[in-house]
């Protein structure tokens, strides 16, 4: 478990100064974790990838697990009682099934929380996950336009 936090430590964005990549550091943290949490974090990693292949794994913010994709689509904390997924633009997201339970008072971030014995809807979890990388990839594509409207 030392190893594992010393390693963190020294995590940048792209990639550790010890040449572990942010993927090894987010396996770090689920085997460091070892309990509920662990298996709750490596189960919300496997949705993600499930509905985004080409999601990139990034270690931020000393030490929290972040997906990416055009932009950030949300980070995984873990608490003591709770595995916390932040969604960088949650506030715009459709949730339909009704996911969103923590940070609902913001006017961009929203959570879901995943307490020890949650049952999480996984169809729900990654229709919401492709829905912000699909918000990501529209808000960089209207950003791409409005440069070039103004260069021309």
Request: hydrophobic share 35%; net charge positive; with cysteine.
């Amino acid at each position: 478990m030392t190893k594992a936090t010393t390693a963190m430590k020294k995590s940048g964005s792209k990639e550790a100064e010890g040449g572990d990549a942010p993927s090894r550091l987010i396996d770090a943290r689920i085997s460091e974790l070892s309990d509920w949490r662990g298996e709750t974090l490596a189960q919300v990693r496997s949705l993600i990838k499930q509905a985004d292949p080409e999601v990139v794994e990034e270690w931020k913010w000393r030490g929290v697990p972040v997906w990416e994709h055009a932009g950030i689509i949300c980070t995984g904390e873990t608490y003591k009682n709770v595995v916390k997924m932040t969604f960088a633009k949650g506030a715009s997201l459709e949730d339909p099934s009704g996911l969103f339970n923590s940070s609902l008072e913001g006017n961009t971030r929203r959570a879901i929380d995943i307490h020890e014995g949650d049952k999480i809807d996984e169809e729900a979890l990654k229709a919401l996950i492709r829905a912000a990388v699909a918000l990501n990839m529209s808000v960089r594509a209207t950003a791409r336009s409005q440069k070039r409207s103004k260069s021309t």
